[in-house]
């Protein structure tokens, strides 16, 4: 099974490692996940392993939620994500409970969030622009934009402002990941994660923790 779990962000703290030196880390509260069913190649079209995690009141939940979990043989999840595989998963089952044990010999893992929602934004916070002049002749301006011009018009196809153009608006609350962390910790007993580094996301937030597909490992 490809190392992936859903968890919640606990918070931050601090260890030490072998050479004394202090390292902030995350702790995450990954799991335990259920595995609710196994997509293949043959019948899906892509191999991968649909899991779900923390449990919700059949009351809560859709009928085709509740149905769907029941095959699997357990409670209707609150969230659910697909681990994506390039071939067919081997050693897992419906039903199975994943646990921090997968991340025992992982080194670098890649967390999926929702970032922190700061509302609506000027271009400076958002964009990090530099602004207007502070110097004599900027009356109350000094925060703006400035004139976008034939910029922001998407000639040829309409005057409307072309789609991705940088200016003030909603900042935060995106899906995003943040990737090549160090997993300097695995707590099997209390279902813990420590990550180097900040995450996305605030306290008690739900993130998506996997194997980093881009870190390059030093061998000894």
């Known amino acids: 099974m490809y190392p992936a779990l859903i968890g919640r962000k606990v918070g931050m703290t601090q260890i030490f490692d072998e050479a004394g030196n202090v390292q902030p880390v995350t702790v995450v509260q990954a799991g335990p996940c259920v595995v609710l069913q196994i997509k293949r190649m043959q019948t899906d079209g892509y191999d991968a392993v649909q899991i779900g995690y923390e449990d919700v009141r059949p009351q809560r939940a859709t009928r085709p939620a509740v149905g769907h979990a029941a095959r699997a043989g357990t409670w209707p999840k609150k969230v659910i994500r697909e681990v994506r595989l390039t071939e067919a998963a081997e050693g897992v089952e419906v039903g199975q409970t994943l646990t921090v044990k997968l991340f025992q010999d992982v080194a670098y893992v890649d967390v999926t969030g ?16 530099r602004g207007q002049s ?37 900042m935060g609350a995106a899906r995003c990941t943040s990737r090549n962390h160090r997993l300097l910790g695995v707590d099997v007993e209390n279902n813990l994660l420590l990550i180097k580094g900040s995450l996305p996301g605030a306290n008690g937030g739900y993130l998506f923790v996997t194997r980093s597909h881009t870190a390059r490992v030093k061998k000894a």
């Open 134 to 170: 502070a110097s004599h002749g900027t009356e109350r301006k000094h925060r703006s934009p400035g004139s976008i011009s034939s910029h922001g018009t998407d000639l040829g196809h309409g005057g409307n402002i072309k789609k991705g153009k940088r200016m003030a608006g909603h």
């Open 114 to 129: 929702t970032s922190k929602g700061k509302g609506f934004a000027g271009v400076m916070k958002r964009h990090n622009f």
